[in-house]
């Protein structure tokens, strides 16, 4: 070779070590070049470059050999011809194997003490073969259990170790474990195939009625996902209820069979939980409420009311209404704190409903702290997600109602459902309370007195009781309310000009009103509006009156006194009146 090619170039023409390093210090043996400029050129550091030169002029080509490769100078280990090609074997059968495990095997199979150092020096020395790997029978291709059980358990007192055995015979390192401890426990007999199969075994419950039921269910919830649906089917099924990933499996195959609706998908990023800034740490701490828009109905909007109890996230109170005004806002808390009594505060957003003076002076007189969240951070309130498990689990029922009163029937039963079904926020409890319901368990917030509900409500709400022609009396109107509930009271309520009836949560009518304030006192009722509900009365009217002709709204005359009536003077009779008559009367004849 030329003295004048770069280094570099020649390494691309090296085809052994001894060559490479051989000409590392050709130029310095050959041609007295420095040793700092040759190991600058090769990119080596110096002392190798003179430590290889000085072994080439003392032992010639052989001095570049490499001493610590070499295996001659190493003392020879070697086992009998059975250990060793038992640990070749081994190797080969499964390679990632440690040493320290092979001396275990040797020493319980063959009674021969060795340690992982002289084992490892041996395979150094012999190296197994490349080639395929030896077919072992793993743990499921068995045709008999015992046998298979029996092999996991020789192999562990031979000396494998868990990991090994599970790997080799591909099961769970669980598995191995329990198969060792009850051979531990109960010796031969926990090999024994004395298991049957549970009668809730998957294979056991998924009938035909069982998986009808579920696409029945699957077609009257059609947005619902298996956790939810569940809870539906273990209300009706109570104890026998499958377990969910049963009923997963049931709606898997009602979809790919029988067509069975999807749940809505909505791939969504995975962001990290925010932290609440209203976390209810206690029962009744917070309340959450807010409005939601259910459907269109002859061109108008029904709206969702509810209140949650943030704990446990029970719907203390809900209604359907085609308002969204501050009387219903009203009204649903009357509800509520007349049952459950006052939370320590309420968590809403910032609409005008709930920033009206009405509502904010029922809360101070009730002695509840307002807690708004940040505005455009509906995930602050933690009805949200219960709105959400509402589209699930009624949204498809709302929009299948032809009247309001059925929307309104479809609400109270959404809320009957959703407080005795399993919630996602309570499926680490471990005291079996799953439910909303079960989680509340009958707690209330601090106490509130009926004087106290009545003067906070003042202004707002009074109670009367329908009359047998349907009618309540109010000051000097009578309004209709429904003649299916006669004798039975109702709450009216009156705030700014709007006036509305209505008995358990449900609107019976709403009319328009002129107050005066300083008399406190209605001058005007107008437009009447009634609405369908349950309470009908289904005795069928005699005479079908139009809207002309049937008054909703009868206004007695106004109050006169009585002027004072002076009383005629008393008139003496004549004592021989009636026989002066009978005297002329004989006279005549």
């Not at 290889?52 to 280990?77: N, P, W, Y």
Request: charged share 25%; hydrophobic share 35%.
């Amino acid at each position: 070779m030329e003295t004048n090619h770069p280094f570099s170039q020649l390494q691309l023409q090296f085809i052994d070590p001894i060559q490479h390093d051989y000409e590392v210090i050709r130029p310095i043996i050959l041609f007295s070049q420095p040793v700092a400029e040759r190991s600058h050129e090769t990119e080596t550091p110096r002392s190798t470059v003179s430590d290889k030169a000085r072994r080439f002029v003392i032992g010639g080509m052989l001095g570049l050999v490499d001493k610590r490769s070499q295996t001659s100078q190493q003392q020879e280990v070697g086992y009998p011809d059975p250990i060793a090609n038992h640990i070749l074997y081994l190797k080969q059968l499964y390679p990632p194997i440690h040493y320290r495990e092979i001396v275990r095997i040797i020493e319980n199979k063959f009674g021969h003490k060795t340690n992982h150092n002289k084992v490892k020096r041996f395979l150094t020395g012999n190296p197994v073969p490349v080639q395929l790997e030896i077919p072992f029978v793993t743990f499921h291709d068995f045709d008999d259990a015992y046998e298979a059980r029996w092999t996991v358990v020789r192999m562990f007192y031979e000396g494998w170790n868990k990991k090994s055995i599970a790997n080799l015979l591909k099961l769970s390192r669980q598995h191995v474990t329990d198969l060792i401890q009850a051979f531990a426990k109960d010796g031969f007999a926990a090999l024994e195939d004395k298991r049957t199969r549970p009668t809730n075994h998957p294979d056991n419950q998924m009938t035909l009625p069982f998986m009808e039921q579920v696409f029945k269910a699957q077609l009257e919830y059609p947005d619902l996902g298996r956790f939810r649906l569940h809870g539906v089917l273990e209300q009706e099924m109570g104890e026998d209820t499958p377990s969910e990933t049963t009923v997963g499996r049931a709606m898997n195959h009602n979809r790919l069979w029988l067509g069975a609706p999807h749940p809505l998908k909505q791939e969504a990023e995975k962001k990290e939980p925010a932290e609440l800034p209203y976390e209810p740490r206690y029962h009744h701490q917070y309340w959450f409420i807010d409005i939601r828009y259910l459907v269109k109905q002859e061109g108008n909007w029904v709206y969702s009311v509810c209140i949650i109890e943030g704990m446990s996230r029970a719907i203390l109170a809900g209604m359907a209404s085609h308002y969204q005004d501050e009387l219903v806002i009203l009204q649903l808390l009357h509800t509520a704190v007349s049952h459950y009594g006052r939370p320590w505060g309420i968590v809403s957003d910032n609409g005008s409903v709930f920033t009206a003076d009405a509502f904010l002076r029922v809360l101070d007189d009730l002695e509840i702290q307002p807690c708004p969240i940040e505005k455009r951070q509906a995930w602050q309130n933690l009805i949200e997600a219960q709105f959400n498990v509402q589209r699930r689990l009624a949204d498809a029922k709302f929009k299948q109602s032809e009247t309001f009163a059925e929307i309104q029937t479809q609400h109270a039963a959404f809320i009957q459902v959703f407080n005795t079904t399993r919630h996602w926020a309570h499926r680490q409890r471990t005291d079996d309370c799953l439910t909303p319901i079960s989680v509340l368990g009958g707690r209330l917030g601090r106490a509130v007195t009926a004087s106290q509900l009545r003067q906070a409500f003042r202004q707002l709400q009074v109670s009367r009781v329908v009359n047998q022609h349907g009618a309540v009396s109010l000051q000097r109107f009578y309004l209709y309310a429904e003649r299916g509930l006669t004798k039975q009271p109702v709450t009216v309520w009156i705030y700014e000009d709007r006036l509305n009836i209505e008995y358990k949560q449900t609107l019976l009518a709403r009319y328009e009103c002129t107050v005066a304030r300083k008399q406190n006192k209605i001058t005007a009722v107008t437009d009447p509006k009634l609405y369908d509900t349950p309470f009908r009365s289904p005795q069928q009217e005699l005479l079908v009156l139009d809207d002309e002709q049937w008054l909703k709204v009868l206004e007695r005359p106004p109050y006169h006194p009585r002027q004072p009536q002076r009383s005629p003077e008393a008139t003496q009779l004549f004592l021989w009146g009636a026989a002066l008559t009978l005297f002329l009367w004989l006279f005549w004849l």
